[in-house]
């Protein structure tokens, strides 16, 4: 997923035209509380950042995204109206990974976002990671995240987090879980699975609400809304 964020509506339109022609999957924003609001939901694998920007601007966006460990590793090409080396080098020594001048043409578009997506590094991309509700499971790393904090988990709830994740909005029962978590079914052990759960929910704090219990079934885990 590629993230766009540009003002003028007649350039944006154009961006998510051109890649979605080229079998991209994006999304445009007019600002950065639309970006951020996108981000929390899925962390995109590159995003299109407009320097200027109504309130905050593409550069005070960066800086935001390089500070947040969450953020930090995903590309950015920024897209600026002024061509002056100044703004080239400062976009590039905040940690920009390319930019584009406007105008462009498509054709420098796709090139330059698809030169970029091959060149970021295997594991800088979060592509094994899900997001939800600002909850990040890092499947390569094998770390948890709720709003950029670490939060340590045995194997076993790691295992189980991760399990009810891949399974977003599917009520999963007791038998399932224990047997694709602990290998084995035990009649009458599944106890052993509210015990993980309860530890877990007590781990991802106000978070907890994420792991739904259905009655006399099992958990899911959805969103709030
Ligand atoms: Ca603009």
């Known amino acids: 997923m590629i993230y766009c964020v540009e003002d003028e509506a007649n350039i944006r339109d154009l961006i998510v035209y051109a890649l979605k022609n080229n ?3 994006v999304q445009g924003f007019e600002n950065s509380e639309e970006l ?3 981000m929390s939901k899925e962390i995109p694998s590159l995003i299109l950042l407009d320097i200027m920007l109504p ?6 966006i960066l800086d935001q995204i390089r500070k947040d460990v969450r953020y930090e590793d995903i590309p950015v090409i920024m897209l600026t109206a002024k061509s002056s080396e100044l703004d080239k080098i400062m976009g590039l020594d905040r940690g920009a990974d390319d930019y584009i001048t406007k105008p462009f043409s498509v054709l420098e578009l796709i090139a330059r976002v698809k030169a970029v997506l091959r060149r970021s590094k ?4 979060r592509g094994d990671s899900i997001v939800i509700d600002d909850v990040i ?9 709720v ?4 939060v340590n988990l045995t194997y076993k709830e790691f295992e189980l987090l991760l399990y009810l994740f891949q399974n977003k909005n ?24 509210d015990v993980h759960i309860a530890s ?14 259905i009655r006399n079934i099992g958990y899911k885990v959805g969103t709030k809304s």
């Open 170 to 193: 599917i009520v999963l029962n007791r038998d399932k879980i224990m047997s694709h978590v602990w290998g084995y079914d035990f009649e009458g052990e599944s106890r052993t699975v």
């Open 55 to 60: 309130g905050e601007n593409g550069l005070e």
């Open 147 to 150: 709003d950029g904090e670490d």
């Open 23 to 25: 079998d991209q999957e």
């Open 122 to 125: 295997p594991g800088r991309i």
């Open 200 to 213: 877990l929910r007590q781990k991802l704090g106000d978070r907890a609400y994420l792991i739904e219990t």
């Open 137 to 145: 499971i890092d499947n390569q790393q094998r770390t948890v995240t």
């Open 36 to 38: 951020f609001r996108a």
